[in-house]
Every structure is written in C-alpha cells, then in structure tokens.
C-alpha cells in the first residue's frame, strides 16, 4: 500500500488493540512511511529499522521523543536472529513486521 495514500499507523494500531505494537521492525526504505512507523509503534515502544536508506529521509526526531520511543539500528540478522522469531511464532506469541 502506498504510505501517501492509506494510514498505515491508524491500520496497525487497530490490529494491536488501539495502542499499536511493542516492536515494529521497520523494513521498507521507502522516505514517505518512517512517519507512520514512528505513529504505530505504541508509547515507549522500540522501532528497529532492518533497512538500507538510498535516500535522505524526512525525519522529525520529536516523533519519537515525544512518545518515548526507542529506535535502533541493524545491519543484518543471522542465525540465532532468526531462530528466536521463529520461536516466539511457535509460542503464539504475535511478530509484526513492517
């Protein structure tokens, strides 16, 4: 879906019960939806960005101050990485992905 078109924030925080997901892993790259990435995640969540920008983004760092909002950035998973997503699927437990 187009990030110019459809609210992606308002659509996953209506899946995740209204407060929006704990973690959102951020894998896009595309500049128009690090705003919606930044409204999903709830309230003192975390937002790991899994991409590689080829452009400059618009980016407003109250967008996380302001809900205390962690973000982190990583290169590249192995393993273990995967391994553990994998087992909290398995558990039941919910993994949502950007």
């Not at 930044?38 to 983004?57: D, F, P, Q």
């Not at 998973?77 to 039941?92: I, P, R, S």
Request: net charge positive; charged share 20%; hydrophobic share 45%.
């Amino acid at each position: 879906m187009d990030p110019r078109q459809f609210d992606m924030a308002a659509a996953i925080q209506r899946l995740c019960g209204g407060a929006g997901p704990d973690i959102v892993f951020y894998c896009a790259g595309v500049p128009h939806s690090i705003e919606a990435v930044c409204r999903a995640v709830r309230a003192r969540g975390s937002i790991v960005n899994v991409t590689i920008w080829e452009k400059k983004v618009p980016f407003h760092p109250n967008w996380l101050a302001f809900r205390e909002t962690k973000y982190l950035a990583v290169l590249g998973f192995n393993d273990k990485d995967y391994k553990g997503v994998v087992e909290a699927l398995k558990g039941g437990n919910e993994v949502v992905g950007w």
